[in-house]
């Protein structure tokens, strides 16, 4: 999907740009490496707040949460040593990963916010999979048509937490 037609795009444009909403996922990526790009982005962008929503491809492949946690946990850190606020991304796996597997991944998200006093943003995506002409072909991500809502979705979850400029 082009970057013009993701919700951080559509979500900087109505904000105004202010404040500027930088798109610095890449699809498919672990968190891991999300972690290693991390450094670039905050040295070249300078943010205030940065969303980390990483996680969901390492529960998709089935990696230990203890890992999933630990990456989670440098990430929070290095935005802070930016001096940016972190804010996390609640993300929840599909049910056929079993209970144990499940309840484990998405106990990663609350513990870690309480840990680190950063906020914990609800995920998006269940309100999204019940509409199957919102997901691509993979069954796993939104396709374009889903976009303004997640935008909407965004803009309530995230408003209270930035200063708008």
Known sequence: MPAGVAWPHLLNDKW???PEVINGSISGDTAAQGLARLPA???QHQPTWVLIELGGNDGLRG???QNIASDLQKAIDAVKAAHAQPMLMQIRLPAN???RYTEAFSA???ELARKNDVPLVPF???QVYV???WMQQDGIHPNPDAQPFITGLMDNALKPL???E
């Open 41 to 43: 982005l905050l040295k």
């Open 63 to 65: 990696f230990p949460p």
């Open 97 to 99: 990963y079993g209970r």
């Open 131 to 133: 509409k199957p002409e």
């Open 124 to 126: 998006f995506m269940e």
């Open 108 to 110: 990663i998200y609350p």
């Open 162 to 164: 930035v200063k708008h």
């Open 16 to 18: 105004q740009h202010a």
